[in-house]
């Protein structure tokens, strides 16, 4: 195997709704939110870890590919390959992301397998907040993220129960989206990296999803500096 080249993919991620990534701050502060977004230690802006939009990909590529069922809910493993009935598409997914190691010592089928695969090809980066966008919420004399209230219904009485509030990064909020792919052997996985992006866009990232939290779009995309696609839509994900 031979690397050609690291090339590197970026974009802008744009929020379309309010998007909730959770610090896992467990200590409660008077007058603060119960559920706080993840900020800079430095900064204090909020973030998009490179390791939400990394697991939320390939978790999306594996039930797209069909894989999940195989590997009983984990992540694809190297050993899960000959039980599938798309190896490719398995290949591809491992490729792309890595896998854990089995343990131990490996068998000669084993050793075959690792050196078809060969290494991680991605590796995300944590997207920071646009300095446009910092500017701009500045200007206005708004702040980067916002308090949502949210409460339970009782069906028979219609009452309001249980309130709680999240903190969320609000819609319209800019990141600088970049990843690095490494290139071996003159391979081209680029549609399989916009396929798991789509997928991205049309799930949603982070948390609440399924309440409305999360939706984006990657918008500007540019492969080593050279503008590529305006958008997603043309991907297609059937």
């Known amino acids: 195997m031979k690397l050609d080249k690291i090339a590197k993919l970026e974009a802008t991620l744009e929020l379309v709704t309010g998007l909730h990534i959770g610090s896992g701050n467990a200590e409660m502060h008077i007058g603060g939110t119960d559920n706080p977004v993840i900020k800079h230690p430095a900064t204090g802006h909020p973030y998009v870890p490179g390791s939400s939009l990394k697991g939320k990909m390939r978790s999306l590529m594996e039930w797209h590919a069909g894989v999940v069922g195989v590997a009983k809910g984990k992540p694809l493993g190297i050993e899960h390959l000959d039980a599938l009935d798309d190896r490719d598409a398995g290949l591809t997914i491992l490729r792309l992301f890595g896998y854990a190691p089995t343990g131990g010592a490996l068998s000669p089928e084993m050793e075959a397998l690792v050196a078809e695969i060969g290494p991680t090809r991605l590796a995300f980066w944590d997207c920071e907040p646009d300095p446009a966008w910092i500017a701009e919420m500045e200007a206005k004399n708004l ?96």
């Open 143 to 238: 702040l980067l993220t916002e308090t949502k209230m949210e409460n339970r219904i009782d069906r028979i009485r219609g009452v309001a129960e249980h309130p709680r509030n999240t903190e969320r990064v609000p819609a319209g909020a800019r990141f600088r989206f970049r990843l690095t792919i490494k290139v071996i052997d003159g391979e081209d996985l680029m549609d399989e990296i916009l396929r798991g992006l789509r997928l991205v866009e049309l799930s949603g990232l982070g948390g609440s999803v399924s309440r409305g939290y999360g939706k984006v779009v990657f918008r500007d995309l540019r492969l080593d500096g050279t503008p590529k696609w305006a958008n997603l839509d043309h991907v297609a994900v059937a």
